[in-house]
Nanobody, 123 residues
Framework: QVEFVESGGGSVQAGGSLTLSCPEP?????MAWFRQVPGQAREGIVF????????SYADAVKGRFTVSRDNAKGIHYLRMDALQPGDTARYYC???????????????????WGPGTQVTVST
C-alpha cells in the first residue's frame, strides 16, 4: 500500500519554483491541493479530475501553478512557478472519489489527506 504523503516542499526565493508530488490512492478520480497558513482558513488551490482531465485553479495561483499526473507511476504533481512570499504555507494533498467532474471541488469531503509539506518563499 502506497503511503499517502506529500513530498517536494522546501524553501525558495521569490520568483523560484518548486514541484510537489503526491501518490494517488486506488479508486480515486479527484485529486486536490490545499494550503494553510497558521491562524488562517485552509484554502483549496487546485482540483483535478481524471479521466476527464478537467482541472480548476484558484485565482491566486492561476497561471503560476500547474498540475500533472504520471499515469504509469500513479503520482500527482503540482508545479509551482513564480513563487511569492504570499505562497508560504503548508501544502496538503487530498483525494476522493466523485461521480462527476463538477464534484471535484472544495465543497466535498476528502477522505484522504496527506500530512502536508511546508513551502516557504522568502524575499
Amino acid at each position: 500500500q502506497v503511503e499517502f504523503v506529500e513530498s517536494g516542499g522546501g524553501s525558495v526565493q521569490a520568483g523560484g519554483s518548486l514541484t510537489l508530488s503526491c501518490p494517488e490512492p486506488q479508486y480515486i478520480n479527484c485529486m486536490a491541493w490545499f494550503r494553510q497558513v497558521p491562524g488562517q482558513a485552509r484554502e483549496g488551490i487546485v482540483f483535478t479530475h481524471h479521466p476527464s482531465g478537467s482541472a480548476s485553479y484558484a485565482d491566486a495561483v492561476k497561471g503560476r501553478f500547474t498540475v500533472s499526473r504520471d499515469n504509469a507511476k500513479g503520482i500527482h504533481y503540482l508545479r509551482m512557478d513564480a513563487l511569492q512570499p504570499g505562497d508560504t504555507a503548508r501544502y496538503y494533498c487530498a483525494a476522493a472519489h466523485v461521480f462527476s467532474p463538477d464534484q471535484c471541488s472544495e465543497d466535498i469531503t476528502y477522505p484522504y489527506w496527506g500530512p502536508g509539506t511546508q513551502v516557504t518563499v522568502s524575499t
